[in-house]
């Protein structure tokens, strides 16, 4: 039955989905309720109807709408959600509401000066996480955001990050998307909009009967069956269309009659502007003048502010507003301080209004706008925000507010905002004392948002100062702006210039510039042999204790160790990375990561393991997106390679949906292979498949492909596809030597081309690229890389010298943390000798410890070999340790180790970044496994040996 009271005409079934989200959100289940439609379909009917079931179902409500105006205000709809509970809360309350990492977001709600400096722009997000993980405790909570494609860029990406997170907890999200207009972001919305567990409403238009229903429920008298169906004709059944033209018709006395049948007919698209015209028309011009003003002050306008702009007082402008909510063009709402403000009753409606302004006026309102907002002390990017919509004129003053503005969407953690801010600064233009300073924070803000723009500031920059520390500083971004584009030449000139003309003392800035340039050719740009000439005289230099010299000492490693084989890279990765000191202040630099990957090719995973830890912490606590995207995409990696799977995926997964939230394609190339890889291991071939099928390999760069080659090969070897992994694993070949890529820890393509040739009965050449694999990976002396190699020729090579090199790989890789090829290297060794003895004794042993550790890595196909083997020697696997403290994850040990002190779920969860839900599934699965039932047991239990 249509509920009428509401105004919701022929929508039973939406209607019953909203009572049913908000039902399930009361039982602890959450997620997206989406509802879609053209402007007027009744999307804000449904996310009323939604607030009235929260309200009534005891659920805490809090709205939010995107605004044209304001799409470019930094987290302005979050602070929509969340200042009204701010303000209202006690001391105890808003100090509970920040409780834990959520007061990393204290800076997104400051009015002036939000703090010092730039935030990481993921710390504030997982601060905004944690403040509504705290808002819902004891209450579910319902957050209902209207005109969601208005929503400006970091209030989207706090959603984005948000859902996954909340499917266990009780938080509904209702947005209401209007189709059929640009969206603020076009990337971020649809990772919003595609939730897998999103419901998603699409009203339609209404039929027929139900518009001569409203008509008759609107309009006084009767409403002729003819009248009724050219109102249907003429608004397409759109409910607002229709309440407009009934508003209009009552406004004007015109009846339902036949006759003026022909009065609606052809309204057309621009219906919901003809209509308001038509009542503004009826206003006495100080009505009109307020309606423009609150139209150009944007929604909620505060009539203490749009009086003035209207050139009214207080009495003539209140005049006015009951004019305004007499003729249902805005109404007016209590402020929270006591005054009133003005909001339209529909955008369309403000839309139709704000056309109204001659155009060249419109830029004056706005100018006046934006200086009695600054009088009134409002927030920066509210002055701003008017601004951005007056002309260029030289004004100082209005470089120093954007500028302001700018400084102040940088501190929230939103780049966008402040880039947006400087370019129009950069149009006033600056005066000539103002000019380097903003063209040179443009640029920095411009990295993360538009680089060829960042280049072009930056190089402006460059070339107006002559002081050689200032250069250098500009350079170290620019230099790698311009890799990043593929102006390889252009940034290496940079970096090498800003060197040159830097004095003696200081050296620090110089060895910074020289890691930037190493990195890049390492790993970015193929080919610069004159940076490579340049290594012998690098490693040379003394050791130089500042930023610059332990970035460089990592780049250093990072070549000694990809193109030399040299294990002196070790030792000089350990000695940059030691304290600490590097993580904290470069968290995110190319060079750093560099000595990560020196490392972890070593499988000297205790230094690099305690910095990716320190990285993800910091990232957490200061950092950014891309950051910690890179932190968990290295570490999934140690994960892999230590067999322990489950938390390979849960990292790598991570970083791939924190590079998808930031745009950053790069990180995406190189973790999409590392997901699949682990995916193949725990025996998910078609979803392994899948997901390399989201790297674009044909299209990439080159310097984003090997490891996508190389993950690839393995699946087509796996799937039987033979022929296909031979010509992928010989393409990563080509790929690694215009990288110079010689170790064989970091690209393993020779073990999968030789794995293809014996595969297709071409076991000469498959010996002979495996045996060529050998000598390197003896030099590099990992284990992880020689038990591979040793292992590969043991099997291609047969007989007992195969056998002896099968036996060797096992015990290289016996104490080694490459668990997951020490489980491989034991079942060829138990299947080569169940196949070459009598008995099948010898081979047992081996099996058995196979089977074992490939279950405890969740390696399942690996697992099912060893089994099977073990069963065809004539030996029953032994019971495999599931349970006991030995049979924990390593985040199992660590979440029970941290509840064995007494730690809440929600005091785990934020030590440990993970979600409440995550917190209490590892739980559970350690009670399973300890055979416990209480938290009073862990201690005993984590102790007792198996």
Request: aromatic share 4%; proline share 5%; with cysteine.
């Amino acid at each position: 039955m249509t509920d009428t009271s509401r105004g919701l005409w022929e929508r039973e079934a939406e209607s019953a989905a909203v009572a049913e989200a908000v039902e399930d959100v009361t039982q602890g289940g959450g997620g997206l309720l989406l509802v879609e439609g053209p402007a007027g379909i009744g999307k804000t009917r449904l996310l009323a109807q939604a607030r009235a079931a929260g309200a009534e179902a005891g659920t805490q409500v809090l709205a939010a709408r995107g605004t044209v105006l304001e799409r470019e205000f930094a987290f302005g709809v979050v602070r929509q959600l969340f200042e009204p509970l701010l303000a209202h809360a006690d001391p105890a309350g808003r100090e509970a509401l920040w409780q834990g990492p959520a007061a990393q977001a204290r800076r997104v709600f400051a009015t002036t000066n939000p703090a010092a400096g730039p935030a990481g722009d993921f710390a504030v997000l997982h601060g905004l996480y944690w403040l509504t993980s705290n808002t819902s405790q004891g209450h579910p909570l319902v957050l209902l955001l209207d005109d969601l494609q208005w929503c400006d860029i970091p209030s989207l990406r706090y959603l984005a990050y948000l859902l996954p997170r909340i499917e266990d907890q009780s938080i509904l999200v209702a947005a209401a998307l209007r189709t059929g207009e640009e969206a603020t972001d076009e990337r971020l919305l649809p990772q919003i909009t595609t939730d897998p567990a999103a419901r998603i409403l699409r009203p339609h238009p209404l039929s027929a009967h139900a518009t001569t229903q409203l008509l008759e429920r609107e309009l006084p008298g009767s409403v002729d069956p003819r009248f009724a169906a050219a109102c249907h004709q003429a608004t397409g059944g759109n409910p607002l269309l229709l309440r407009e033209l009934a508003r209009t018709l009552t406004a004007e006395g015109t009846t339902a009659s036949a006759g003026n049948a022909a009065l609606v007919r052809g309204l057309g698209s621009r219906a919901v502007r003809r209509l308001v015209a038509v009542r503004m028309a009826r206003l006495p011009e100080g009505a009109l003048a307020l309606a423009r003003a609150a139209a150009v002050l944007g929604d909620h306008a505060d009539l203490t502010t749009t009086a003035p702009l209207a050139d009214q007082d207080a009495t003539t402008a209140l005049e006015g507003a009951v004019a305004l909510q007499r003729l249902q063009i805005l109404r007016t709402e209590q402020h929270d301080h006591g005054g009133l403000r003005l909001a339209f009753i529909h955008p369309l409606v403000q839309a139709a209004v704000h056309d109204s302004i001659d155009h060249a006026d419109l830029a004056t309102i706005h100018h006046r706008a934006a200086r009695l907002l600054a009088d009134a002390g409002a927030d920066p990017e509210q002055v701003a925000a008017h601004l951005l919509h007056t002309p260029p004129s030289g004004n100082r003053e209005v470089v120093t507010a954007l500028r302001t503005a700018a400084a102040a969407a940088a501190a929230r953690g939103a780049p966008e905002g402040a880039y947006t801010y400087l370019r129009r600064a950069l149009a006033e233009p600056p005066s000539n004392d103002q000019h380097l300073s903003v063209l040179t924070e443009a640029g920095q803000a411009a990295v993360l948002v538009d680089l060829p723009a960042a280049a072009d500031h930056l190089q402006q920059a460059m070339d107006m100062t002559i002081d050689p520390v200032q250069r250098a500083d500009i350079a170290a971004t620019l230099g790698t702006t311009y890799m990043y584009m593929s102006e390889a030449d252009r940034g290496f000139t940079v970096l090498s210039e800003a060197q040159g003309q830097l004095a003696a003392a200081q050296e620090g800035r110089r060895r910074h510039l020289q890691a930037g340039a190493l990195a890049a050719a390492i790993w970015l740009v193929p080919g610069r042999t004159d940076i490579f000439a340049a290594l012998p005289a690098l490693r040379r230099l003394p050791r130089h204790d500042s930023l610059g010299g332990r970035l460089l000492d990592c780049a250093i490693a990072s070549r000694e160790m990809i193109g030399l084989c040299d294990p002196a890279a070790v030792s000089r990765a350990r000695a940059a990375l030691a304290d600490g000191s590097l993580t904290e202040q470069a968290n995110g630099d190319a060079a750093l990561m560099c000595g990560w990957n020196a490392l972890w090719y070593a499988d000297d995973e205790q230094v690099v393991m305690d910095s990716l830890n320190a990285a993800i912490k910091q990232a957490h606590h200061h950092g950014s997106l891309s950051a910690l995207a890179q932190a968990h995409m290295h570490r999934g990696f140690l994960w892999l390679w230590r067999g322990q799977l489950s938390e390979a995926e849960q990292d790598a997964r991570e970083a791939l949906h924190l590079a998808e939230l930031a745009g950053l394609t790069m990180s995406q190339y190189y973790t999409i292979p590392l997901l699949a890889q682990i995916l193949l291991e725990k025996g998910r071939l078609e979803q392994a498949e899948q997901t390399l099928s989201m790297a674009d390999i044909a299209s990439a760069p080159v310097s984003h492909i090997y490891m996508n080659l190389d993950a690839l090969s393995q699946v087509q070897n796996r799937s039987g596809d033979h022929q296909g992994a031979l010509k992928t694993a010989l393409q990563a070949q080509q790929v690694c030597q215009v990288y110079d890529i010689r170790n064989p820890a970091v690209v393993g393509w020779r073990t999968e081309a030789a794995l293809a040739l014996h595969a297709l009965d071409r076991t000469g050449e498959a010996r002979q690229i495996a045996a060529d694999e050998l000598e390197p990976a003896r030099r590099w002396g990992a284990p992880r890389a020689l038990g591979r190699a040793l292992r590969i020729n043991g099997l291609l090579t047969g007989g007992n010298a195969g056998l002896t090199l099968l036996q060797e790989a096992v015990s290289v890789l016996k104490h080694s943390p490459a668990r997951l090829e020490h489980a491989k290297a034991l079942t060829d060794l138990g299947a080569v000798l169940r196949r070459t003895t009598l008995t099948g004794p010898d081979a047992r042993e081996p099996l058995r410890r196979a089977l074992d550790l490939a279950t405890r890595c969740g390696a399942t196909p690996l697992a099912e070999t060893a089994r099977t083997e073990l069963a065809a020697a004539g030996g029953r696997p032994r019971h495999t340790a599931l349970t006991g403290p030995g049979a924990l994850t390593p985040s199992e040990r660590r979440v029970a180790e941290l509840a064995a002190t007494g730690a809440t779920n929600r005091q785990i969860a934020q030590t440990l970044f993970v979600t409440p839900k995550t917190v209490e599934v590892h739980l559970s699965a350690a009670y399973r496994k300890l055979g416990i039932a209480t938290r009073t047991q862990l201690t005993t239990a984590l102790t007792t040996s198996q």
